[in-house]
């Protein structure tokens, strides 16, 4: 999986979907940071923000894949209305 909201934890022998994890918990705002900017990031960060949470991708702690794809994940987070701050990282 690209997202992390992708992805489950166990707790009393049942799924339960990152999303619903961080909403049982209260938690309204996520800070999306990892490998690669154009892929996992970008994917996390996009669904974080179709999960109704307040998304922000902090760009000095990423990595992405290719100079073109990175530019156009940029793109995504500007028209999702995702916060992107610091300058990304492509190799």
Known sequence: AYS???GFTVEADHRVALA?????R??????????AT????RATALDAA????????LLHLTAGVALESTRQAMAD???QGI???G???TG
């Not at 209260?26 to 490998?35: K, N, Q, R, Y």
């Not at 154009?38 to 990031?41: E, G, K, L, R, T």
């Open 4 to 6: 992390g909201f992708e």
């Open 20 to 24: 619903d994890w961080l909403r049982d």
């Open 26 to 35: 209260a938690i309204e705002e996520v800070d999306v940071v990892g490998i």
């Open 38 to 41: 154009d892929h996992c990031v």
């Open 50 to 57: 179709d999960e109704g949470f307040e998304t922000r991708v």
């Open 77 to 79: 987070f500007e028209a």
């Open 83 to 85: 916060e992107a701050t």
């Open 87 to 89: 300058t990304p990282i």
